[in-house]
């Protein structure tokens, strides 16, 4: 889901968040259906006290060592993001790759991630324009930038347990934190292939935390072609992905409504998010873009506005199924508009 200004604008439900996408992202992540990334094969999860990884933070003098060494690399997604497209363009196909291809690469450009070889130029221009966001990852190998490509496509889509194939989104640094250490060491060895870490932005400026494969590192396992995520998995990368929307959710309403924001407090502007998220979902509206909208509507025209006797018309546009969430929002949000500016309108 995203703000007015849409965090993701790619059709994701509330629960996949910035995780995983309708089946039909498979179709745009990968071009051409027939053509689209094998899956990925989520093992049996360790607990996080058990993670079979090493784990440390690092400063950016010693991120500068790598990308001077020339095996530093970073995963940037442009949703939310429109520095990165252009930045991606001047860097040309020998510096930088969309993980998407075909007919997606074109039509999604502007919210595609893209894997680019990270020199000590592009690390500051990430560090004076992306730092504190949520911009993508790090990624440390010595591979060239064409097998990392190959390699990190594969794992645009995983299948989940019930046999539906999700976009996965794992270059979101708050999914990749979570994902990594619940691996098992089968599926730590596969998903890292020719990688020897991963790396993340911290909330220390200038610092990264470091998720390292103590193992051996080699090329991406392929015996299996049809796997599956574990259950486990998904529940709990759902809902790191869902706590993280609401937190955006958060920042994006304190900015745009900040008196009504204070006079909440923030656990019943949390409250009033979740209650959003769920009433929302009962009009199938369940993308970030449209969520988002409907939570904008609340702000303007009071929690309930669905229920209020004084705009019934809302109901019924929002339970008209023949057009898009996003199209009956905008017809509430038009005419809510068209209210207002007649006379009498709040007497």
Known sequence: MVPCAPLDSTEMTVHQSQLFSAENMSRKAGGQTR?????????????????????????????????????????LDACDQPLIPPK????????ALSLFKGSAQEDYWAIAPYLARVDVLLLRWLYEHLWEQSWGIFVLSKANLEELHQHFRKYLVVKLPEGKNWFFRFYDPNILAMFLPTC???????????????????????TVRLFQNPSTVGP???GILERQIKLEQYDALAQASLNHFVEKLTVHLKYHFPDQ??????????????YGIRNAATYN????????????????AGQH???????????????????????????????????????????
């Open 285 to 300: 509206i369940q993308s970030e873009t449209a969520v988002s909208q409907y939570l904008w509507l609340m702000f303007v």
């Open 220 to 222: 991406a396992q392929s």
């Open 88 to 95: 991606m363009q001047d860097l040309g196909e020998t510096k």
């Open 184 to 206: 098992g060491q089968q599926q730590l060895t596969s998903f890292c292939g020719p990688v020897r870490a991963f790396a993340v932005c911290t909330d220390i400026a200038g």
């Open 35 to 75: 053509k689209q990334p094998k899956s990925l094969e989520i093992l049996s999860p360790s607990s996080p006290n058990e993670s079979l990884l090493t784990i440390q933070e690092i400063p950016l003098p010693q991120l500068r060592k790598l990308a001077e060494e020339g095996c530093l690399y970073a995963i």
């Open 261 to 274: 924001c204070r006079a909440l407090g923030r656990t019943r502007l949390e409250a009033m998010i979740h």
């Open 305 to 347: 506005f669905d229920q209020d006797p004084r705009m019934h018309w809302a109901k019924e546009i929002l339970l008209n199924r023949d057009h898009d969430p996003e199209i009956r929002l905008g017809l509430i949000a038009d005419r809510i508009e068209f209210q207002r500016s007649l006379p009498n309108f709040n007497e």
